[in-house]
């Protein structure tokens, strides 16, 4: 279950002149009763940049659509993996609730993938510009149970794998299990929460934000990741969270007893495979247009961010 993070700006041009307006060593930690040993967005959006420039049509303007990625400290979002937000607003003193929603069959907070049990996760994203990724900055989300909202998480570290991680065709394109990567970590400003108990605050989510430094080319890849913490339990990993949505992903887990991957599956009643959620960040070459402007047109625009 995956989106990209683009949004669509409505840009208005003409032959010689423009206008353009910016529009808008366990394995899981399961809910039932206590944090047992069991199988086993993302929030709001960086800002949009906005384009700035005349704010006036000259007649005969010709509408195009600018596909213009969000921006977050000088680089763009290229991949979005998906959401933790199902509620927001909706937790403990009004701030956003990721709900384990028991009521459709799920029933596991979040996933094992601490260093200090040698449990890892993992899950796949395709590049797709032709120009290919210039990556540098992965964005995870795992919390501590019973942590503050000043972030325990202390150690990340991630590979990018050219196929499935661990299959004998399969080659590390970036990073290795033992670097810590971590560049910062903060509070998100989300609780994950059983759907029973949407004020809990026990699970304060943590966005923890590594290092890369590596050009993709286009195609398919699996990255894998594990965190540490300061704390006895976890660091977990929070699943892709969708309302009314059990089945959101493909994910893998390593388990370090035997060294083998397999498929992230909720042990509740519905037995749903499940995704994570993660985000890139980097730099695209070019800014691709939906549509082309004629030959002999020109615009001027700067970018800027809120």
């Given at each position: 279950m995956k989106r990209s993070g683009f949004e669509v700006l409505h840009w208005t041009?003409?032959?010689?002149?423009?206008?353009?307006?910016?529009?808008?060593?366990?394995?899981?930690?399961?809910?039932?009763?206590?944090?047992?040993?069991?199988?086993?967005?993302?929030?709001?959006?960086?800002?949009v940049a906005q384009l700035a420039g005349p704010q006036a049509a000259p007649a005969g303007a010709r509408v195009r659509e600018l596909v213009f990625p969000q921006v977050l400290g000088g680089a763009v979002i290229l991949h979005d993996n998906g959401p933790i937000v199902t509620h927001p607003g909706g937790g403990a003193g009004g701030l956003d609730a990721s709900h384990?929603?028991?009521?459709?069959?799920?029933?596991?907070?979040?996933?094992?993938?601490?260093?200090?049990?040698?449990?890892?996760?993992?899950d796949d994203f395709e590049v797709?510009?032709?120009?290919?990724?210039?990556?540098?900055?992965?964005?995870?989300?795992?919390?501590?149970?019973?942590?503050?909202?000043?972030?325990?998480?202390?150690?990340?570290?991630?590979?990018?794998?050219d196929g499935l991680p661990g299959d004998p065709g399969s080659t590390v394109v970036f990073g290795d299990p033992t670097t810590n990567r971590l560049?910062?970590?903060?509070?998100?400003?989300?609780?994950?929460?059983?759907?029973?108990?949407?004020?809990?605050?026990?699970?304060?989510?943590?966005?923890?934000?590594?290092?890369?430094g590596v050009h993709l080319d286009p195609g398919t890849y699996w990255l894998d990741w594990q965190t540490g913490g300061t704390l006895a339990s976890g660091p977990w990993a929070v699943p892709i969270s969708i309302v009314g949505t059990a089945t959101t992903?493909?994910?893998?887990?390593?388990?370090p007893t035997?060294?083998?991957?397999?498929?992230?599956?909720d042990n509740g009643t519905a037995a749903a495979p499940q995704g994570f959620p993660f985000v890139i960040y980097g730099i695209l070459d070019q800014?691709?247009?939906?549509?082309?402007?004629?030959?002999g047109d020109f615009s001027e625009w700067s970018a800027t961010q809120p």
């Open positions: 041009a003409a032959a010689l002149g423009c206008a353009a307006l910016g529009v808008g060593g366990l394995r899981a930690d399961s809910g039932l009763a206590a944090d047992i040993a069991v199988g086993g967005g993302r929030a709001g959006s960086p800002p384990l929603q028991s009521a459709i069959g799920l029933n596991v907070y979040g996933f094992g993938h601490s260093v200090s049990t040698g449990f890892r996760v993992a797709t510009a032709a120009q290919g990724w210039d990556v540098t900055t992965i964005s995870f989300f795992a919390y501590q149970t019973g942590s503050p909202t000043t972030s325990t998480i202390d150690n990340v570290n991630l590979r990018i794998w560049s910062t970590t903060q509070f998100m400003d989300v609780y994950r929460v059983l759907d029973t108990d949407p004020a809990g605050t026990s699970r304060p989510v943590m966005e923890v934000s590594a290092t890369a992903g493909d994910g893998l887990q390593f388990n035997g060294a083998t991957w397999s498929p992230v599956i800014m691709p247009f939906l549509a082309d402007f004629e030959e």
